[in-house]
């Protein structure tokens, strides 16, 4: 079974910084391309950055591009986004995300980031 557990998430001041983590089982990690989205309170949830299955190629959303770096380790099954020079606009839950075959994707469950003073 499919299985992304994110972690890191956390109250920072702005301009800080905090690097998230999703542990991925349950599938070929290397095959498949990575994705985070978040979702703040009443508004939609969105794609926030990818990367392809050997982490030769990155996208980022222009809201965080400069600022947030995705990565991932192949051998740990792991993916990460490195958040720097947060905002209060970045305030959100984090959710990792891998889609399959015929539009079935997959989340976690989601980490908070709160950028407040």
């Known amino acids: 079974q499919v299985q992304l557990v994110e972690s890191g998430g956390g109250l920072v001041q702005p301009g800080g910084s905090l690097r998230l983590s999703c542990a991925a089982s349950?599938?070929?990690?290397?095959?498949?391309?990575m994705h985070w989205y978040r979702q703040a309170p009443g508004k939609a949830r969105e794609l926030v950055a990818t990367?392809?299955?050997?982490?030769?190629?990155?996208n980022y959303a222009d809201s965080v591009k400069g600022r947030f770096t995705i990565s991932r380790a192949n051998v740990r099954n792991t993916v990460y986004l490195q958040m720097s020079s947060l905002k209060p606009e970045d305030t959100a839950v984090y959710y990792c995300?891998?889609?399959?075959?015929?539009?079935?994707?997959?989340w976690g469950k989601g980490t908070l980031v709160t950028v407040s003073s």
């Open positions: 995300n891998v889609k399959m075959a015929r539009g079935t994707d997959y």
């Open positions: 990367i392809s299955g050997a982490g030769g190629s990155t």
């Open positions: 349950g599938f070929t990690f290397s095959s498949y391309f």
